[in-house]
């Protein structure tokens, strides 16, 4: 289960309070996947940020009682003087697995040949969503958290490759995405909610937040 209490996010923009959360309370539970629609500008990445424990409320709580994935696409926990294989040992050592496996699956999942044993700040973006796409999916979480911001590859193989295994291993894994495109959502949840003004309205179907969503456009 992952749930907010309360919660409430602002940033100050220079200019005015640009208002994230205000006093937001909902739950996910796992096997109920869950989809937040929210227009561009409005704290997608933020929420799913919180969630992950990147970033911290300004007030209220956010409990976790099971395995919550960083976003993928995420980062934050790679260092770029560091080589793939070390990152992957290291990242695996953190989360208590197997560094041998989780060195193995990157290696053969991303397909970077011999950039695999050279520093992450030296590949390109696309390498790079292709190793943090293939760590995170070398780690096996209760939630998933998709932003719609994260990097993308254009690489076709590692595309079928990884998501063949994201598929699979959603069957049995809950999902939260957060998009401004309804149809990104219809791959992954039932349910959902719309993020407006700091508010969260949470909606039984992915219909019904559609026509709340579509409504104030």
Excluded at 5 to 30: C, H, P, Y
Excluded at 104 to 114: K, Q, S, V, Y
Aim: charged content about 25%.
């Amino acid at each position: 289960m992952l749930e907010f209490e309360n919660v409430s996010k602002s940033f100050w923009t220079g200019k005015q309070r640009k208002v994230i959360l205000d006093r937001a309370s909902f739950r996910v539970e796992l096997g109920n996947s869950l989809g937040i629609l929210a227009p561009n500008g409005t704290g997608k990445t933020t929420i799913i940020n919180m969630m992950a424990g990147l970033e911290k409320p300004d007030e209220g709580e956010i409990r976790k009682t099971c395995r919550v994935s960083f976003p993928l696409g995420f980062m934050g926990g790679v260092v770029n003087k560091h080589t793939a294989r070390e990152n992957a040992r290291f990242i695996a050592r953190l989360y208590g697995l197997d560094p041998d496996y989780v060195e193995a699956f990157c290696r053969w999942l991303c397909g970077i040949e011999e950039y695999f044993d050279m520093p992450v700040g030296t590949y390109s973006q696309g390498m790079r969503a292709r190793f943090t796409f293939s760590l995170m999916l070398a780690l096996e979480f209760d939630i998933y958290l998709i932003d719609e911001g994260m990097p993308s590859t254009t690489d076709v193989e590692f595309n079928r490759k990884a998501g063949s295994i994201l598929r699979e291993r959603l069957q049995s894994a809950t999902v939260i995405v957060v998009s401004h495109q309804a149809e990104t959502l219809e791959k992954f949840c039932r349910s959902a909610a719309v993020l407006r003004d700091g508010q969260l309205y949470m909606f039984d179907t992915l219909e019904e937040a559609k026509r709340m969503y579509d409504y104030h456009a």
